[in-house]
């Protein structure tokens, strides 16, 4: 080790995956994964999301599961949870929705309303 | 970066190895790739989370979902449910963490609650095996800091600005020690790390090698720059397995980045550690033997002064800390003196780590600001005592500590009210006493411990414990007589005022402070020949109350002496002079007609 930026630079990469370790205030996205949602393409859309998160490094974001939400018609479902914010529930998902949920509203902060279950009914 | 949506956290400590979480993690790696899962979880073999009691313990993040006593053909379950369904497996949660139908954060779990962790901030979060996860938690930074922007007076006035103080036993000032070593002239210094750990009840330094390793090997690094030594040894017991092959996989992984050797962080400071494995003497954790013991020799304290700062190691100046205490300077550096001022009370400042054992429901390590009481860790954290019974006392510091009774439950732990009332802060062992326990007994229980760990060199050690020793062993078979108190007394005071080495110092302890408590016991005992708790077993008599009798033999037939006899449909009897004690009729009768007096 020859320099504080090098120990910086390691601690960057470590850190977002220790961090999923805390149970802190993170942002939460949360997939509908049970029968219905897996056939409707739920995969796909957690792959994406994951993939999303880790390309733009972003911390104190958690991908997590959830069993059925009661929608199945409008899965795959997303919801995602900001502390101190509504829960937002995004419906019919594809991996490109899901790369631009991520990018407006989980960097940007902009809810991506055509996408919400209120558009959808 | 992979990223990965979950980490299973799996305790790789001691408790839970011989609990079997090999076995799981080797399971749920099978489950993962079986299900296609193993990209999306990341499995995390970690250190102690404190309540190895209810071991093999596993947690799921990001939902923090607290398994406890996992068996392999849990694993399926937890796989299918919870990983690819989202549906956390109820049934194998920690009672304590559910809440309605919701999972509470462990920090708002009664066990957690209360504790502040410093010295145990990353057991049971990171991987103690991988550098970079330590990296991730800040760790290293202070190595970084101290070395790039501070003279190692600077660091030595934060350590005392601090108000650190050993967590090996003694409680002296880590400030001046430091100060003490970096005064001291010669051409080579060291620092040594005291990992022994002899107290039985005690696991702390354990859990932390186990869990932390490079907390210690940051700080022993940092220490050497502030006293001016480039060579480090730690101490510890070859009955730590688990704990020697972390720390030499993390001494391995610190050389590798450059974070022990030459020239780190391009300041121009070289410093390296070696292992030195000790064979698990008590007496080994005395300094001086330990200073012996790692030259190569025989390990037998030698008289102080010369204190090891000014001679230690083969004859250089020589700073020798605990683990624990070792644990808290990075976080001091990094939060400073004042944060570190701030908890605690006016002179313990931080936190301790306890053992908590004996009769409690929460068995396992806690970590609590200095000042807490010992209520609050036993009522709240240690969630009481088992089987509604009343507390008695509890022992802390092990064989040469004391045990503070009940009317002095609502002390605040500290190194000085400890000390005020007989005991003493030790090295962390806790441990809770009901009425079952007999205080005469716990007394010969450590006496008994010293008179095997006594190295022998010194006369009221070697000879006067045995005595000690003797004199309980009669008191509890019912010959003492009241002169024996007395004079068994008088015996504790010369061998604390004889002895060479703290051992035989403190070793009179346990008995002193039981006298003092609990005089009435040993009264008991040497007059009504009646040991109140029914534990010493050659004062205990096994009685059958002829009018509970109904005559059914069962005793009779279970007793492995053949004591009991009588005809059925009457009252059976024990013969006295058969009976050997053995409860084995009080638990057979189905009609409490046995009695123990
Ligand atoms: C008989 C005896 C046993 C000891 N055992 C230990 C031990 O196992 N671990 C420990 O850290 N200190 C032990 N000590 C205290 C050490 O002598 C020494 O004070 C301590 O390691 C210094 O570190 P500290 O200032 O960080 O507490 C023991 C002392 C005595 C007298
Ligand atoms: S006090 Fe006991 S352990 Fe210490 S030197 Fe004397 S005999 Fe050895
Ligand atoms: S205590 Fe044991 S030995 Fe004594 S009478 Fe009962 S069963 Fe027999
Ligand atoms: S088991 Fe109880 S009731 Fe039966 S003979 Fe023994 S003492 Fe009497
Ligand atoms: S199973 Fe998907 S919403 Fe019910
Ligand atoms: S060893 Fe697993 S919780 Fe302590």
Known sequence: ?121 | MDMVRGHILCCGGTGCTSSGCDAIIKEMEAQLAAHDLEKEFKVIKTGCFGLCALGPIMIVYPEGAFYSRVTPEDVKEIVEEHLLKGRVVKRLLYAETVEEDNIKSLNEVDFYKKQKRIALRNCGVINPEDIEEYIGVDGYRALGKVLTEMKPQEVIDVIKESGLRGRGGGGFSTGMKWQFTYNSQSDQKYVACNADEGDPGAFMDRSILEGDPHAVIEAMAIAGYAVGANQGYIYIRAEYPIAVKRLGIAIAQAREYGLLGKNIFDSGFDFDLEIRLGAGAFVCGEETALITSIEGHRGEPRPRPPFPAVKGLWQKPTLLNNVETYANIAQIILNGADWFKEIGTEKSKGTKVFALGGKINNTGLVEVPMGTTLREIIEEIGGGIPNGKKFKAAQTGGPSGGCIPTHLIDTPIDYDSLMAIGSMMGSGGLIVMDEDNCMVDIAKFFLEFTVDESCGKCTPCRVGTKRLYEILEKITSGNGTMEDLDKMEELCYSIKSTALCGLGQTAPNPVLSTLKYFRDEYEAHVRDKVCPAGVCKKLVKYEIIADKCKGCSACARKCPVGAISGEIKSPYTIDPDKCVKCGVCMDTCKFGAIIKK
């Open chain 1, 1 to 121: 080790m020859k320099s504080l930026a090098e120990l910086e630079a390691i601690r960057n990469k470590a850190k977002g995956s220790v961090n999923l370790r805390k149970d802190d205030n993170a942002v939460r996205i949360v997939v509908g994964m049970a029968t219905c949602g897996i056939a409707a393409g739920a995969k796909p859309v957690m792959t994406a999301l994951m993939e999303e998160v880790a390309k733009r490094n972003l911390e104190n974001v958690a991908v997590t599961q959830t069993g059925c939400i009661g929608v199945c018609r409008l899965e795959p479902i997303v919801e995602v949870m900001v502390p101190g914010e509504e829960k937002v529930t995004y419906v019919k998902v594809d991996p490109k929705k899901a790369a631009e949920i991520i990018s407006e509203h989980i960097v940007n902060g902009r809810v991506v309303t055509k996408y919400t279950i209120g558009a959808a009914q």
